[in-house]
């Protein structure tokens, strides 16, 4: 599995709208609704639910990042939004820092398997420093598009 097959094609926003954790949750599902990725009408309950789990235990993993993420019995396949934020959000991070670079996923429910696999990957780039970095200096759709790619050589390569 790669990143460029998890995040959805038109779901990445390069410069996020709000700072504020709960309305970059829901920007991020619009960008996943907007393209085609979830049903438009499950949007407050796919927010309520990331929502949930975020009151359950944060997804801000600390050195900026976060992984919002839900299965849900609706969501017919698995894809990814990523947001990054130039001036960071409070996330209620294990480090207690802001995050600036969000990869939220939505995954079908009966597919544990692929969710767990699609985590692994993101978590395996997110743990690396240099993506970390230029994932945070990306300004554009394009540059972190070409970001994933590079990723997904990477891990063929290694």
Same mark, same amino acid.
């Given at each position: 599995?790669?990143? %460029? ?10 410069? /996020? ?21 979830? !049903? ?5 309950? &796919?927010? #309520? ?9 944060? %997804? #801000?993993? #600390? ?31 294990? *480090? ?6 969000? $990869? /939220? /996923? /939505? ?5 544990? !398997? *692929? ?7 993101? $978590?395996?780039? &997110? ?7 230029? &994932?945070?200096? @990306? ?11 590079? @990723? ?7």
């Amino acid at each position: 599995m790669k990143l %460029t097959e998890i995040v959805a094609s038109g779901a990445i926003v390069p410069r /996020l709208g709000s700072s504020e954790r709960d309305e970059v949750i829901a920007e991020l599902v619009d960008a996943l609704i907007g393209c085609g990725a979830a !049903e438009a009408r499950l949007r407050d309950e &796919l927010i #309520g639910r990331i929502l949930e789990r975020e009151r359950r235990g944060s %997804t #801000g993993f #600390g050195r900026g990042i976060a992984v919002p993420h839900v299965k849900h019995k609706n969501v017919k396949r698995m894809a990814a939004a990523v947001g990054l934020s130039p001036t960071g959000v409070e996330f209620n991070a294990l *480090d207690k820092q802001p995050v600036f670079s969000i $990869f /939220l /996923l /939505l995954s079908p429910e009966d597919r544990p !398997e *692929d969710h767990l696999q699609a985590m692994e990957v993101i $978590f395996k780039n &997110l743990s690396k420093e240099t993506f970390r970095r230029f &994932l945070r200096q @990306a300004g554009s759709v394009a540059e972190v598009q070409d970001l994933l790619g590079e @990723a997904d050589g990477q891990q063929l390569a290694g």
